[in-house]
C-alpha cells in the first residue's frame, strides 16, 4: 500500500466497528493520524501589521514583513501550549500581547530583520494568558 497524504492513508483504513476497551480499531489509528498530521503541519501567516490571533492559530508560523512594528494579541483564553514562531523578515520588530511577557532579560520584541522568537502560554487564570518568549529577541 503507497499513500502520500493522512486522508489518502485513513481511506485505507475503513471503520468497521465500534471501538471497545482494551482494543485497538480503525478509529483509534485515525485519531493517531489526525494527531500526526496536526503536529506537521506547518501553517504559516505572512503579516504586514498587527494581528489578533484566533485559538485555531496555536501552532501558527508567522512572518513578519511589515517595516513598522507588529503586534501579535494571543486569544484572551489561550489555553496553556498555544504557542506560535515568529520570523522578522522586515524592519518592524514583532511583540505579543498580552503582556507582559516573561522572558530571561526583560525582552519583549524580535530583535531585527532575520531574527526568530518563539512564544507559548505557560499559564492562563481566565482573565489573560502570561506568555514566555524567547529566541533573538530585545527589550
Known amino acids: 500500500m503507497t499513500v502520500r497524504t493522512p486522508s489518502e492513508l485513513k481511506g485505507q483504513m ?3 466497528q465500534t471501538p471497545s476497551p482494551g482494543k485497538v480499531y480503525a478509529t483509534h489509528l485515525h485519531d493517531i493520524v ?4 496536526s503536529l506537521t503541519a506547518s501553517p504559516v501567516l505572512t503579516l504586514t501589521n498587527s494581528h489578533n490571533a484566533t485559538l485555531a492559530q496555536s501552532g501558527m508560523r ?3 514583513t511589515g517595516a513598522s512594528a507588529i503586534t501579535i494579541t494571543v486569544p484572551s483564553n489561550a489555553p496553556v501550549g498555544y504557542d506560535g514562531l515568529i520570523l522578522q ?20 520584541k ?3 530583520a532575520g531574527s526568530q522568537a518563539y512564544f507559548w502560554v505557560y499559564e492562563n487564570p481566565g482573565s ?9 529577541t530585545s527589550p
Open 62 to 64: 508567522y512572518v513578519s
Open 89 to 108: 523578515v522586515g524592519a518592524g520588530a514583532v511583540s505579543v500581547l498580552p503582556g507582559p511577557v516573561l522572558s530571561r532579560e526583560s525582552h519583549t
Open 14 to 16: 475503513p471503520i468497521s
Open 110 to 112: 524580535t530583535a531585527g
Open 128 to 136: 489573560a494568558p502570561k506568555i514566555a518568549l524567547s529566541g533573538d
Open 34 to 37: 489526525d494527531t500526526l498530521e
